[in-house]
């Protein structure tokens, strides 16, 4: 069976992107899927390097080292991929494409990042 986003195809398609103040973000996908992204929550799952061991996969940065008050400092659209974020506490090399971000949502892993950070 093959995994639902590849089926979906334009289902990973932004529709629209809008930052909601410093705090988060919302996509509306091309198949009328809403979802809400929270600066922390973001910042929490960042997928780059710095964040995920590459060989391992082990997530290096710990969740309750991310304030529930971090901040989108500046967001950037990379390509027709993905998005960039700058947060206030001065990372930057993450970018998230739109399968992960659809992914994050559908996977309900918003919602387990944002309670992840009293662990």
Same mark, same amino acid.
């Given at each position: 069976?093959?995994?639902?986003?590849? =089926?979906?195809? %334009?289902? *990973?398609?932004?529709?629209?992107?809008?930052?909601?103040?410093? #705090?988060? *973000? =919302?996509?509306?996908?091309?198949?009328?899927?809403?979802? @809400?992204?929270? #600066?922390?929550?973001?910042? =929490?799952?960042?997928?780059?390097?710095?964040? *995920?061991?590459?060989?391992?996969?082990?997530?290096?940065?710990?969740? =309750?080292?991310?304030?529930?008050?971090?901040?989108?400092?500046?967001?950037?659209? *990379?390509?027709?991929? %993905?998005?960039? $974020?700058?947060?206030?506490?001065? @990372?930057?090399?993450?970018?998230?494409? $739109?399968?992960?971000?659809?992914?994050?949502?559908?996977?309900?892993?918003?919602?387990?990042?944002?309670?992840?950070?009293?662990?």
């Amino acid at each position: 069976m093959s995994n639902p986003l590849q =089926r979906r195809g %334009a289902a *990973v398609e932004p529709r629209e992107i809008m930052q909601e103040g410093d #705090a988060g *973000v =919302r996509i509306t996908w091309a198949d009328g899927e809403i979802c @809400h992204y929270t #600066a922390p929550t973001l910042r =929490r799952l960042c997928p780059c390097a710095q964040c *995920v061991n590459e060989w391992t996969g082990e997530r290096m940065l710990q969740p =309750r080292e991310i304030s529930d008050a971090l901040q989108i400092a500046d967001l950037q659209i *990379v390509g027709r991929y %993905a998005l960039n $974020f700058k947060w206030n506490d001065g @990372h930057e090399t993450g970018i998230y494409s $739109f399968r992960l971000l659809r992914e994050m949502c559908d996977k309900k892993l918003i919602a387990e990042a944002s309670q992840r950070r009293t662990e």
